[in-house]
């Protein structure tokens, strides 16, 4: 016989989908860290694209989690 699961899979979905957020948060803080060290005079600017584009990824993150709850079977 197969193991049956039991428990809600949205954690292990949600799991999954802190992955995609994960990465682009790293890209995101990377790329700003590699403007300031080429161009220091510009860090005020891009610090702005920096925490838009860093809540624009988290903003992923808390769909998934909702999308988790939402859907659960």
Do not use: H, N
């Not at 860290?33 to 584009?53: C, H, K, N, W």
């Not at 990824?57 to 769909?63: I, K, N, S, Y």
């Amino acid at each position: 016989m197969l193991a049956e699961v039991t428990g809600s899979l949205s954690a292990v979905g949600y799991g999954l989908a802190a992955i995609g957020p994960g990465i682009g948060v790293g890209i995101v803080f990377a790329s700003y860290i590699q403007s300031t060290a080429r161009q220091p005079e510009s860090a005020g600017l891009t610090r702005t694209y920096m925490f838009l584009g860093f809540a624009v990824v988290e903003a992923l993150a808390l769909l998934g989690i909702a999308f988790g709850f939402v859907f659960r079977s």
